[in-house]
């Protein structure tokens, strides 16, 4: 039979998880900075902002022909 949690060990999860989760944020943070200079370095910016537009726009149409189907 398991035992409930104390209010202790819950405590210590839930604040391992926000660390973790900052952690995650951070790097996320850092690699769309990264990814923002090496556009600027190609100098690919508006090509790939094009792209992405385009692909945006081409899941929103499937994802609306697949919820009149």
């Known amino acids: 039979m398991k035992k409930k ?3 202790k060990e819950f405590e210590s999860v839930i604040s391992t998880l926000i660390t973790h989760v900052r952690m995650l944020e ?3 943070s850092a690699l769309d900075s990264m ?3 090496y556009l600027q370095y190609k ?3 508006e090509r790939f902002q094009k792209f992405i537009h385009e692909k945006l726009e081409a899941n929103i149409d499937k ?3 697949e919820r009149t189907e």
């Open 63 to 65: 994802s609306e022909d």
């Open 35 to 37: 990814f923002g200079i």
């Open 26 to 28: 951070e790097k996320v």
């Open 5 to 7: 949690p104390t209010k």
């Open 43 to 45: 100098q690919e910016g």
